[in-house]
């Protein structure tokens, strides 16, 4: 008798995923989900979706969504967690929205440690819009913005959020982390699902960053993207758990 090991999680809808080949904003979703219902929570759970590659996520889980402006994500979920504080929210967001017009929402929602959930994919690039360097571009990398290179001289270096999240007192659970191999989402899986134990448990801000690929933007094959955010990404952007309060330890 044949014994299925794997299957689609019931946070999932039956809706396809639209993204483009070896984008790992599907894996991410899938462990999203996965954590919802692991948790028992779907039916208690009201995600945010802002524009974006990010903003297709609407359509792929069997959660309440409410659709964001471009960066507001988070102050429609604060709003939403201030009146219905019995609901489990969660923002998920890519890295030009999150860390850009949304970046005085992302520090300000964890300096007062709102009880929501943040997750953030980053992909060092604007996706859907095409192309164009964001706050987390790396130093050098090229974009349809920054054709030689990002300079830093001229824009700064690469802006890394979940260290700026963990200095602020209301973040109680900060984590970076990767899905690039088997191993990696099994420690992307845990870090999320304790970010939404964290607002179950009403301890505070939780934030997770979660290194993405865009094969498109990037003009590599997926199997080069895996490789290049390897060896490009992971030594600049430190993965593990960045932030973990008391509190949280005893989850």
Known sequence: MEK???????????????????????IIMRLVAESLEELDIIEDTIGVSPVGCA?????????????????RAQAVGTGIKRSLPDKMVFTYQGDGDIASIGTQHAIHTAARGEKITSIMVNNAIYGMTGGQMAPTT???????????????????????????????????YVASVSVDSPKNINEAKKAIKKAFMVQKAGLGFAFVSVLSTCPTNWGLSPA???KWLR????????LGELKVTEEVKSL
């Not at 299957?7 to 599907?26: E, I, M, N, Q, W």
């Not at 990398?141 to 963990?166: C, E």
């Not at 060896?231 to 430190?238: G, K, L, Q, R, S």
């Open 55 to 71: 903003g297709f996520c609407q359509n792929f889980f069997t959660c309440d969504f409410v659709g964001a402006a471009h960066g």
């Open 4 to 26: 299925q090991i794997f299957k689609r999680s019931k946070g999932l809808s039956d809706v396809p995923f639209s993204f483009c080949p070896g984008c790992t904003h599907g």
């Open 138 to 172: 790396l130093e050098g990398m090229k974009t349809s913005t920054s054709p030689y290179g990002r300079d830093k001289a001229l824009t700064g270096a690469p802006v890394d959020l979940p260290k700026l999240i963990a200095n602020l007192e209301g973040a109680v």
């Open 231 to 238: 060896d490009n990404m992971m030594p600049i952007y430190e």
């Open 224 to 226: 080069e993207s895996m």
